[in-house]
C-alpha cells in the first residue's frame, strides 16, 4: 500500500524559505510519479509540481522560478524547496503518488495522498 507522510510546514515571513518533505513507503518512490499539490478553502486545488522519471519536472506558473522540487532516492522521499514566498502561497500542500510505474506528469492519475501539511506566509 502507497502511504505518503508529509512534513516541514510552519509560518514564514514573506520572503523566506521553507522545504516540505514527502516521505513514502510501500513503494520504490523512485519508480512513481510524484506530485505536490495546495489547496486553501474556496479555491480549486491546484497541482503546483511534479516529478517524473518521463518527462522530468513541472511547475505551475504561480511558482516557477521559485520552488524546485527534487527526489532523495536513498531516503525514498521527494522534497518541495519554496523560496520568495509570498502570502499567496499560503495553504495546505499534499504530496501525491500515482501508483502505475513511470508515468508523465502530464497523464498521472495520483490515488495515492498525504494528509498534507500547513504553509503559512505572513507577516
Known amino acids: 500500500q502507497l502511504q505518503l507522510v508529509e512534513s516541514g510546514g510552519g509560518l514564514v515571513q514573506p520572503g523566506g524559505s521553507l522545504s516540505l518533505s514527502c516521505a513514502a513507503s510501500?513503494?520504490?518512490?523512485?519508480?512513481?510519479?510524484i506530485a505536490w499539490f495546495r489547496q486553501t478553502p474556496g479555491k480549486e486545488r491546484e497541482e503546483v509540481s511534479c516529478?517524473?522519471?518521463?518527462?522530468?519536472?513541472t511547475y505551475s506558473d504561480s511558482v516557477k522560478g521559485r520552488f524546485t522540487i527534487t527526489r532523495d532516492n536513498a531516503k525514498n522521499t521527494v522534497y518541495l524547496h519554496m523560496r520568495t514566498l509570498e502570502p499567496e502561497d499560503t495553504a495546505m500542500y499534499y504530496c501525491?503518488?500515482?501508483?502505475?510505474?513511470?508515468?508523465?506528469?502530464?497523464?498521472?492519475?495520483?490515488?495515492?495522498w498525504g494528509r498534507g501539511t500547513q504553509v503559512t506566509v505572513s507577516s
Open positions: 501525491a503518488a500515482d501508483s502505475t510505474l513511470l508515468t508523465p506528469c502530464r497523464t498521472a492519475d495520483f490515488g495515492s
Open positions: 510501500g513503494f520504490d518512490l523512485e519508480y512513481h510519479t
Open positions: 516529478i517524473s522519471r518521463n518527462d522530468g519536472l
